[in-house]
């Protein structure tokens, strides 16, 4: 993650940090990153249920730890909050 800024990583990781202390069942954490990254890749907020449905069940599938999980999510609600995209993720 060499791309990023030192404050951008700081800022990910403390969203991060906040969004496990909310305890979220994995399976939420599951549909909340597939949807994240579904509306990040087509830039588009109106992604099918079908298709976020598809993404959390191979996210959970995928046994990604909690952590993890939350980090990606928080990668992502911070790329978006600056208009960062990058179609690699």
Do not use: Q, T
């Amino acid at each position: 993650m060499e791309k990023y800024n030192v404050d951008l990583m700081n800022e990910i990781n403390v969203a991060a940090y906040f969004l496990a202390k909310e305890n979220h069942p994995y399976d939420r954490l599951c549909w909340m990153l597939a949807e994240r990254r579904l509306i990040y890749r087509n830039k588009r907020d109106d992604i099918p249920g079908d298709l976020i449905k598809a993404d959390a069940a191979a996210n959970f599938f995928s046994s990604c730890e909690y952590d993890v999980m939350c980090w990606l999510i928080a990668e992502l609600d911070i790329l978006m909050k600056y208009d960062i995209y990058d179609k690699k993720i």
